[in-house]
């Protein structure tokens, strides 16, 4: 098995390796959070518009949430925070539409891929069982922030690689420059999303929590995999059998 990164999304879907799309600051965080808190799934969106109309297509019982250059939108039920849903009361619904401005895009245009997660530090264990799993090369995607290469994103496909690696995995030269990154940089890595840029701007409106919160390692033990839905695209959860 090999595994490579990424910095940005593909303009055409990998068709054969294993796709871990990573948008660390905060969509694939808090999708990690909301099936690992038991909902049934999370269904990526691209733009709001298109959330907003699949949400009234599935009805009430799915909770409406995402972001727009970081702030929630108009009449949704949740922002894009993983804090958030870690906190939260979400019994009342099964399952979720998302729309953000980096992390659901990057999901959906990963979609032809034969296996597609969604990564973060937080289901790191899980997301690269689900990859041991199939034994297919690896590509981690950076989501990225506007369509340039975003620090945060890079810090945590290293995080990912690292695991895939110490488990065999061979790092070809996108996996290495992204483990040479994390190897240079000190202290945790909370601190780290502090000092990127997109760190720096959600600190500045207010969401510091979130990036303590997203940097925590292997909290939940779900895996998170996208698969055609009649109704769309949804990501559901996926946990290693337990051994006999």
Same mark, same amino acid.
């Given at each position: 098995?090999?595994?490579?990164?990424?910095?940005?999304?593909?303009?055409?879907?990998?068709?054969? !390796?294993?796709?871990?799309?990573?948008?660390?600051?905060? #969509?694939?965080?808090?999708?990690?959070?909301? *099936?690992?808190?038991?909902?049934?799934?999370?269904?990526?969106?691209?733009?709001?518009?298109? #959330?907003? #109309?699949?949400?009234?297509?599935?009805?009430?019982?799915?909770?409406?949430?995402?972001?727009?250059?970081?702030?929630?939108?108009?009449?949704?039920?949740? &922002?894009?925070?993983?804090?958030?849903?870690?906190? %939260?009361?979400?019994?009342?619904? +099964?399952? +979720?539409?998302?729309?953000?401005?980096?992390?659901?895009?990057?999901?959906?245009?990963?979609?032809?891929?034969?296996?597609?997660?969604?990564?973060?530090?937080?289901?790191? %264990?899980?997301? !690269?069982?689900?990859?041991? %799993?199939?034994?297919?090369?690896? *590509?981690?995607?950076?989501?990225?922030?506007?369509?340039? &290469?975003?620090?945060?994103?890079?810090?945590?496909?290293?995080?990912?690689?690292?695991?895939?690696?110490?488990?065999?995995?061979?790092?070809?030269?996108?996996?290495?420059?992204?483990? +040479?990154?994390?190897? +240079?940089?000190?202290?945790?890595?909370?601190? #780290?999303? @502090?000092?990127?840029?997109?760190?720096?701007?959600? !600190?500045? *409106?207010?969401?510091?929590?979130? *990036?303590?919160?997203?940097? @925590?390692?292997?909290?939940?033990?779900?895996?998170?995999?996208?698969?055609?839905?009649?109704?769309?695209?949804?990501?559901?959860?996926? @946990?290693?059998?337990?051994?006999?």
């Amino acid at each position: 098995m090999r595994v490579d990164v990424a910095w940005l999304p593909p303009f055409e879907s990998p068709t054969d !390796v294993t796709c871990v799309v990573v948008d660390v600051l905060r #969509a694939t965080s808090s999708i990690a959070v909301l *099936l690992g808190r038991g909902l049934e799934a999370v269904y990526p969106t691209a733009t709001i518009e298109e #959330a907003r #109309a699949l949400r009234a297509r599935l009805g009430e019982s799915v909770l409406l949430c995402g972001e727009r250059d970081a702030l929630p939108p108009a009449g949704f039920d949740f &922002r894009n925070s993983p804090s958030e849903f870690a906190a %939260a009361a979400l019994t009342r619904w +099964a399952a +979720a539409v998302m729309a953000t401005t980096n992390g659901t895009p990057a999901l959906l245009a990963c979609a032809g891929a034969p296996l597609v997660l969604a990564g973060a530090p937080l289901n790191a %264990a899980a997301t !690269v069982g689900a990859c041991l %799993a199939e034994s297919r090369d690896v *590509l981690v995607v950076c989501s990225g922030r506007a369509g340039v &290469r975003a620090t945060d994103d890079s810090l945590a496909a290293a995080l990912l690689v690292r695991q895939l690696v110490r488990q065999g995995a061979v790092p070809e030269d996108g996996a290495r420059d992204a483990l +040479a990154l994390l190897d +240079a940089t000190p202290g945790p890595l909370g601190g #780290a999303f @502090r000092m990127t840029e997109h760190g720096r701007a959600l !600190v500045a *409106l207010g969401f510091e929590h979130d *990036l303590e919160c997203c940097a @925590r390692e292997s909290e939940y033990d779900v895996a998170a995999i996208l698969r055609r839905r009649p109704e769309g695209y949804a990501v559901e959860p996926w @946990r290693a059998a337990a051994p006999a």
